[in-house]
C-alpha cells in the first residue's frame, strides 16, 4: 500500500494524461497512438522506450486488426512489465545481501557497495535508509565518507550515521577519497562488518576526475577486499526527467554502474523514468525512494510497480 500512495502521483498522472488520450475513441489508431506517444513522453518514459512500445503495440494492432482502446491498458501493461523483466529479474521484497566467501584468513568478506550520483538526488538519504534497513536484519554496517569534496556530504552522512546507529569512517575535507574507502574497508574487515556502503562525490561536470577518482577508489578497495566493490548503485532523482537519463549516461561512461536507485518518486509525476531508464541502460534498478524518512526506500519490485501503474 506504501508503493501505492508513493507512486499515486505518477499514477493520477499517468491515467489522466491516457484516458484523455482515449476520450471519445473506441479503436485504436493512429490518432490514440500519437496521444499515447505523447503521454508516454510527457511521462518521462524516454523517446528511445517509448518509440519501442508503440512499434510493439502497433504490430498488434495490425496482427489483430482490430484493437478497441478498453484493451489499450492491457497492451500497454504487458509491453512495459515485458520492457521491465528484461532487465529486471527478481519480484523481491526484502533488502538482502549475498553471503560471499570468507576471506583467506577465515574473516568474513564484506559485501561493498559504492554509491554515485550528484548531489542533490538523493544519494545520501538513501545510504541511511539501506544502512537502517540493513541494521534492522542484525547485519554490521559501516560507512565510509568518501565524498570528501564537501564538507557539507560529511556531515550529513554523519547525521544518517548517529541516527541509525550505524558506524562511520571518515577524514576530513578534502583529504583523499581513496584513503577513506581503504580505511572503512580496513576497519570494516577487522569489525567483522557485513555491509560496507561508501558514499562518493559526483563531480559531473569534471568527468575525467569524476573517472579517475572513481577507479582509484575500486582499485584501493579491491587492496582490502576482493572483487569489491561487489554493486555499485548509481542514484538518480525520479524527478528530473532527461537530467536521469543524462546523469546516467555519464556515470555509465565513468564507471561500470550495476543498480539503480531512482529517489523522489513520491513527489513526481515523472515515474516512467524507471521504465525508460532500465530499459535504456540495461541497468536493473534495486530501490526506490518514496519519501524523506527513513522507512522511505523499497526494494524495486517490478510486479508490484507496473501493478500500480496500472491499477
Ligand atoms: P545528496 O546531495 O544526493 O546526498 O541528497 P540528499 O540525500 O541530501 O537529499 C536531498 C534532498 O532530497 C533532501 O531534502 C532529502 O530529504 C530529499 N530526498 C531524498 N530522497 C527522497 C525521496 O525518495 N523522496 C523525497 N520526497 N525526498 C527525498
Redesign the pocket.
Known sequence: ETLDKGLEKSKESFFGKLSKAVAGKSKVDDDVLDNLEEVLVASDVGVNTTLKIITRIEERVAQDKYVGTDELNTILREEIAGLLSETNKGNETEFTIPTLPKTSEGKKTPYVLMVV??????????IGKLASQFKKQGLKVVLGAADTFRAA?ID?LQVWADRTGVPIIRQEMGSDPASVAFDTLTSAVKQDADVVIIDTA?RLHNKVNLMNELTKIKRVMQKVVDNSPHDVLL?LDGSTGQNAFEQAKQFTLATEVTSLAV?????TAKGGVVIGISDQFKIPVKYI????GID??QVFNKVEFVDSFFK
Open positions: 550520483g550528484v548531489n542533490g538526488v538523493g544519494k545520501t538519504t538513501t556530504a550529513q559526483g542514484v529517489t523522489k518518486l513520491d513527489g525512494g518514496v519519501g524523506e522511505d526506500l
